[in-house]
């Protein structure tokens, strides 16, 4: 049973830093792509960032670029995002989510999402 689990989310205030975990167990292999998205209130979910676990390409939506990094250590299934810089519009319920390819932006792209943790930026 695969199962993801993010933590790291927290309230900062603008300007600030976060890290975002995401420990994936139970894949067999490894899953080809991992991303992040977040979802406000009454939004849809926003693809934030993603990694391609193979060869370590990233991607990022315009609004993020240059100030959330994605990376990830494949010795402990772990998936991470650095967040600088925070804005208020980056307020959200952040999850990580698992896919095996796609377009990395898309939801219907993951197989597998954790509970997510929620980032509040003032």
Do not use: H
């Not at 240059?66 to 494949?74: A, E």
């Not at 772990?78 to 698992?98: I, R």
């Amino acid at each position: 049973q695969v199962q993801l689990v993010e933590s790291g989310g927290g309230s900062v205030q603008a300007g600030g830093s976060l890290r975002l975990s995401c420990a994936a167990s139970g894949y067999t292999g490894r899953p080809v792509c991992m991303g992040w998205f977040r979802q406000a209130p009454g939004k849809e979910r926003e693809g934030v960032a993603s990694i391609y676990t193979g060869n370590g390409n990233t991607y990022y939506v315009d609004s993020v670029k240059g100030r959330f990094t994605v990376s990830q250590d494949n010795a402990k299934n772990t998936v991470y995002l650095q967040m600088n810089s925070l804005k208020p519009e980056d307020t959200g319920m952040y999850y990580c989510g698992a896919g095996d390819g796609g377009v990395w932006s898309t939801p219907e792209s993951y197989k597998y999402w954790g509970q997510g943790t929620q980032v509040t930026v003032s």
